[in-house]
């Protein structure tokens, strides 16, 4: 996410691929996450899906389109999923915006199945 003075400017997310979204990271805690979106102004779009049988929670930013999905008994940040209904102008990569790449030119040449993990 974007920050102008501590607080967001506009909302850019940076995809990291194999650790994260902007300051969203892999494997942090559901409560971590709420306090980043809360810190940023992101709260009030907020939607959780969960079930009592259901092993996982999900976090929706419901305005980008992002899922964030979390392990119900650890409540830790198993996957992000970012839906893709137009090109977005929120969402970077290595500081370029990726509004003028298409899906198969996102995924097959800058990070895909194979992006290399550091």
Do not use: R, W
Not at 17 to 42: H, M
Not at 93 to 104: L, N, P, T, V
Request: contains cysteine; glycine residues 4%; proline residues 4%.
């Amino acid at each position: 996410m974007s920050f102008s003075n501590g607080k967001i400017s506009t909302a850019q997310f940076d995809l990291q691929p194999s650790e994260g979204l902007s300051n969203i990271k892999l494997a942090e805690s559901l409560y971590q996450t709420l306090l980043k979106l809360k810190s940023n102004k992101l709260d009030n779009d907020i939607h959780f899906i969960y079930s009592h049988d259901s092993p996982i929670i999900i976090l929706q930013l419901l305005k980008y389109n992002i899922n964030f999905t979390y392990d119900t008994c650890l409540q830790k940040l198993l996957v992000i999923e970012i839906n893709l209904k137009d090109k977005p102008d929120y969402l970077t990569f290595k500081s370029e915006g990726i509004s003028g790449y298409d899906f198969k030119t996102l995924y097959n040449k800058i990070f895909g199945p194979t992006y290399p993990v550091a």
